[in-house]
């Protein structure tokens, strides 16, 4: 499998070989990313509530993203991309996973969007010197080799006064029996093997790696699955499971 070329990464080859093999059922609904379809209201609310806030949007605009450029790091099969570019914005979608594109680039098209899909990292776009408004970073953190590393190269990718979003799953025995021996073993909506539980990060772990990398953490949310109705809702005190974050690159350096 050929690798986006740049030099430094924090791609781990294992990691994208798994999504590589699952890449042609993206837009399954029942298939092995039935988990991503059921959360993505859940993620698209966070996202947009954040970019409203940050950019002074009125979410009832006809295209209230408009003017904003967006990069949806690890955009798998288009789940997030695609909803950003109805509501207006200028949408990049990069993945290390290089199957993962012309999936996208297929469904975009069948669906009357253009949205630019690429096979790199986010170190190779930051050395290359883009910059976006927003960038997303939906459940790779936990798939990367380097956190900070990776982390670091998000920044770098944004303009000052640029928003962050990240989720990840919180490392608990609750996150084991949930993400790991539910969703894998019983469930069995992913492959066995999907998630590293030990790469699993806690919220101030991902807090202190956010500053790390030099982004100012403004607000965190867990996504909680409520398994009665079969629905994800937004939680300011429940983050033991899934979350996301949200932050910004600061206007300026302080010294």
């Given at each position: 499998?050929?690798?986006?070329?740049?030099?430094?990464?924090?791609?781990?080859?294992?990691?994208?070989a798994k999504f590589e093999?699952?890449?042609?059922?993206?837009?399954?609904?029942?298939?092995?990313?039935?988990?991503?379809?059921?959360?993505?209201?859940?993620?698209?609310?966070?996202?947009?509530?954040?970019?409203?806030?940050?950019?002074?949007?009125?979410?009832?605009?006809?295209?209230?993203?408009?003017?904003?450029?967006?990069?949806?790091?690890?955009?798998?099969?288009?789940?997030?991309?695609?909803?950003?570019?109805?509501?207006?914005?200028?949408?990049?979608?990069?993945?290390?996973?290089?199957?993962?594109?012309?999936?996208?680039?297929?469904?975009?098209?069948?669906?009357?969007?253009?949205?630019?899909?690429?096979?790199?990292?986010?170190?190779?776009?930051?050395?290359?010197?883009?910059?976006?408004?927003?960038?997303?970073?939906?459940?790779?953190?936990?798939?990367?080799?380097?956190?900070?590393?990776?982390?670091?190269?998000?920044?770098?990718?944004?303009?000052?006064?640029?928003?962050?979003?990240?989720?990840?799953?919180?490392?608990?025995?609750?996150?084991?029996?949930?993400?790991?021996?539910?969703?894998?073993?019983?469930?069995?909506?992913?492959?066995?093997?999907?998630?590293?539980?030990?790469?699993?990060?806690?919220?101030?772990?991902?807090?202190?790696?956010?500053?790390?990398?030099?982004?100012?953490?403004?607000?965190?949310?867990?996504?909680?699955?409520?398994?009665?109705?079969?629905?994800w809702s937004?939680?300011?005190?429940?983050?033991?499971?899934?979350?996301?974050?949200?932050?910004?690159?600061?206007?300026?350096?302080?010294?």
């Amino acid at each position: 499998m050929p690798q986006p070329e740049t030099a430094r990464s924090s791609i781990d080859p294992a990691e994208v070989a798994k999504f590589e093999a699952m890449a042609a059922e993206w837009w399954d609904e029942g298939g092995k990313f039935k988990p991503l379809h059921m959360l993505n209201p859940c993620r698209l609310g966070y996202i947009t509530d954040q970019i409203a806030a940050q950019f002074d949007r009125d979410l009832s605009a006809k295209k209230p993203a408009e003017g904003l450029r967006i990069l949806d790091i690890g955009c798998g099969g288009g789940l997030l991309c695609e909803p950003m570019a109805r509501l207006g914005a200028t949408v990049v979608g990069a993945d290390a996973a290089e199957r993962n594109i012309p999936v996208a680039r297929l469904h975009a098209e069948q669906s009357g969007l253009e949205i630019d899909y690429r096979h790199t990292t986010a170190e190779a776009m930051a050395e290359a010197g883009e910059q976006f408004d927003v960038v997303l970073n939906m459940e790779v953190v936990e798939h990367v080799a380097s956190p900070v590393d990776y982390l670091t190269a998000c920044h770098d990718l944004l303009k000052p006064g640029g928003l962050h979003i990240c989720s990840t799953l919180n490392r608990n025995a609750k996150s084991f029996g949930m993400a790991i021996i539910g969703a894998e073993w019983v469930m069995r909506w992913l492959p066995k093997g999907t998630h590293d539980w030990n790469k699993f990060i806690t919220p101030d772990e991902l807090y202190e790696l956010l500053r790390r990398a030099g982004l100012t953490p403004v607000d965190r949310r867990g996504m909680v699955f409520n398994p009665i109705n079969w629905s994800w809702s937004l939680s300011e005190r429940d983050l033991s499971v899934n979350y996301v974050t949200a932050s910004l690159r600061p206007e300026r350096v302080t010294l």
